[in-house]
Nanobody, 125 residues
């Protein structure tokens, strides 16, 4: 399994970015796909996740109403649309995939089996 994240960049506060995670080698249509982020000195944190079989989505409170996770089954790609960006959203963003997911583990970092490389998002004030 390979995950290729892209779409990061630099924007001013209030701006938008869309991250993409292209997946290859997935063997089923039932994964939990997550977006994580990490800032220097902090642990990696989950931002949002989507269950590919049902489309169920999950978000941390700080991004609800601003970020939207979605998937395109035909393209095996998961997106993270980020609107109303804030300086505190600045981080390296990673996508990850969890096999045989259950809803209650969407935010369990250790349950994710595959990771993509990071893409930098910088939000200036």
């Amino acid at each position: 399994v390979q995950l290729q994240a892209s779409g990061g960049g630099s924007v001013q506060a209030g701006g938008s970015l869309r991250l993409s995670c292209a997946a290859s080698g997935l063997t089923s249509n039932n994964y939990m796909m997550g977006w994580f982020r990490r800032t220097p000195g902090k642990e990696r944190e989950i931002v949002a996740a989507i269950r590919t079989s049902t489309g169920a989505t999950y978000y941390i409170n700080s991004v609800k109403g601003r970020f939207t996770i979605s998937r395109d089954r035909a393209k095996n790609t998961v997106y993270l649309q980020m609107n109303s960006l804030k300086p505190e959203d600045t981080a390296v963003y990673y996508c990850a995939a969890q096999r045989n997911p259950i809803s209650s583990t969407w935010d369990y970092t250790q349950r994710y089996d595959y990771w993509g490389q990071g893409t930098q998002v910088t939000v200036s004030s």
